[in-house]
C-alpha cells in the first residue's frame, strides 16, 4: 500500500491526467509535466520510507545503495518521460528503467544479510496468521535460496505475463489507436433525469453551467482491456487451454466479488459526491484557507482519493475548482490542478476499494483493520510533504512552474 503511491498519478496509461485535462481544459502535456516536477522527489524518498517501515531504521541502511538505485532510476525516468514525452507512458517506461537498474546493481553489489523472513522487525502479529510460502525460510537461505529460486524451470517464464502487459498496455495508451477504437467501440448513454438536470454556479464557474451525465462506455480503449487481451495472449503461451482460461475467469471474479462490490460502490459514492454538490462544498471551504490553499488544496485530493478510491475520480470532483479557486487566488491553476493529482496519490494507500483488494490479492481476508491502521499515518504524513513541497513551488521556487509542454 505504501509502495503503490507515487506512480498512481500516471496510472491506467495517464487516466488520471486525462480525467484532470478534461474538467479543467488545460493540456494534458501541462499537466503532466508539472505532475513530473512534483512526484519524482516522492518517488525517491518511498523505498526509503517503505524499507524503514517493514525493516526499521538499521535495517534500512544495511541496503541504502540499493534503496538509492531503485530510487533514483524511477524518478529520473519519470520526470524526463512525463516532461519531455508524453503523461500515457510515464510509469511503464520509468518501471522498466528501475528494475533493470536494480537487476544489474545486485549482480555486483550484495547487502551483508539477505532477510527472507516476511515478519516486520517491529511487534507484527500479522505473519502468523499467513500460510508460509513455498521455498522460503524463515531466516538465513541468502544466496543460496535466492539462486535456487531462479534457477527454477518456470521461473522466466512467470515474466512472461508482465513482458506482454507492458507491450500491449504500451499500444493502448497511445492517442492513435484511441483515435482508431473510440469512433468503432464506443456507447454513449446519457442518463434520464440526471443528464444536464444539475447546474453549477458561481462561485464554482464562472457562469451557470448544466452538468452532464453521459455514460461513455469506450470500451475497446480501456486499460482492462488491454489487461484482458494480455491475460488470454500470456495464458495461451504457457500452456494453458482456452477451456481452462475460462475457469480461470470465473474462479477470479468469485474470489474477488466482494471487492468488485466494495469498488463500485465507492465509484457510486464518487459520482454522488460529484452531482450533489458534496465536492464543491469541500472545495469552496478549502479556498478560504487563502496563502495557504496550495497546502489545503493539496490535501484536498488527499481527500478525494481517499474518499473516492481513484485518483481519476478525484481529479474529475475537484480538477475544475482547483482551477477556479487558483485564479482568485492569483496562483497559477496548473500548478493546482497538478497538485490535486499529486496530493491524491498518497490517498490511495488508505481508500477502502484498495485496501478490500490487497486484503483479497494477499488472502489475508477481514484484516482490513489492520492494513488501515497501521498505512493511515503514513498517508497522512506523505500527503503533508506533498503540500508542503506545493507551498515552496507556489511561494519560493516559481521556476518550477515553467513546465516543457510535449508533442
Request: proline fraction near 6%.
Amino acid at each position: 500500500m505504501i509502495a503503490n503511491t507515487a506512480p498512481v498519478a500516471y496510472g491506467a496509461l495517464g487516466a488520471p491526467i486525462q480525467g484532470l485535462a478534461s474538467v479543467t481544459g488545460i493540456d494534458p502535456f501541462l499537466l503532466g509535466a508539472m505532475v513530473g516536477r512534483q512526484l519524482p522527489f516522492f518517488s525517491l524518498i518511498v523505498p526509503f520510507w517503505l524499507i524503514c517501515a517493514f525493516a526499521g531504521f538499521r535495517g534500512m541502511r544495511e541496503v541504502w545503495p540499493a534503496i538509492l538505485v531503485t530510487g533514483v532510476s524511477f524518478a529520473v525516468p519519470q520526470f524526463l518521460i512525463s516532461n519531455y514525452v508524453n503523461p500515457w507512458i510515464v510509469d511503464i517506461g520509468a518501471s522498466l528503467v528501475s528494475m533493470a537498474c536494480l537487476i544489474g546493481f545486485l549482480k555486483v553489489w550484495r547487502p551483508t544479510e539477505i532477510w527472507t523472513s516476511p515478519a516486520l522487525r517491529t511487534r507484527d502479529e500479522s505473519v502468523g496468521t499467513l500460510a508460509p510460502a513455498p521455498g522460503v525460510g524463515v531466516t538465513g537461505g541468502g544466496a543460496a535460496t535466492a539462486g535456487a529460486w531462479a534457477a527454477q524451470p518456470g521461473t522466466l517464464m512467470a515474466y512472461v505475463p508482465w513482458i506482454i502487459l507492458c507491450l500491449v498496455l504500451a499500444l493502448w495508451g497511445t492517442n492513435w489507436f484511441k483515435g482508431i477504437v473510440n469512433p468503432l467501440f464506443t456507447w454513449n448513454h446519457p442518463v434520464e433525469g440526471l443528464h444536464n438536470m444539475v447546474q453549477k454556479v458561481a462561485p464554482v464557474v464562472a457562469r451557470p453551467t448544466p452538468e452532464g451525465a453521459v455514460f461513455s462506455f469506450t470500451y475497446m480503449s480501456y486499460t482492462g482491456t488491454g489487461v484482458l487481451f494480455t491475460a488470454i495472449i500470456s495464458g495461451l503461451l504457457m500452456g494453458f487451454s482456452p477451456r481452462r482460461l475460462v475457469a480461470a475467469f470465473f474462479e477470479t471474479i468469485w474470489v474477488l466479488r466482494y471487492s468488485l462490490i466494495t469498488i463500485a460502490a465507492m465509484l457510486a459514492i464518487g459520482t454522488l459526491t460529484r452531482f450533489s454538490g458534496v465536492d464543491a462544498t469541500l472545495g469552496l471551504a478549502f479556498a478560504g484557507t487563502g496563502f495557504l490553499y496550495p497546502f489545503f488544496g493539496t490535501l484536498l485530493g488527499w481527500l478525494g482519493v481517499a474518499l473516492t478510491g481513484s485518483d481519476t475520480a478525484s481529479n474529475v470532483l475537484f480538477g475544475g475548482l482547483q482551477r477556479i479557486t487558483s485564479e482568485q487566488l492569483g496562483l497559477s491553476p496548473i500548478l493546482m490542478a497538478a497538485a490535486n493529482s499529486s496530493g491524491g496519490v498518497m490517498g490511495k494507500m488508505i481508500d477502502a476499494q484498495s485496501i478490500v483488494v490487497a486484503s483479497t490479492a494477499t488472502n489475508w481476508f477481514g484484516h482490513e483493520g489492520s492494513i488501515l491502521r497501521f498505512v493511515f499515518w503514513h498517508s497522512i504524513t506523505l500527503a503533508c510533504l506533498v503540500g508542503g513541497l506545493v507551498m515552496l513551488q507556489a511561494y519560493v521556487h516559481p521556476f518550477t512552474l515553467m513546465v516543457v509542454p510535449g508533442p
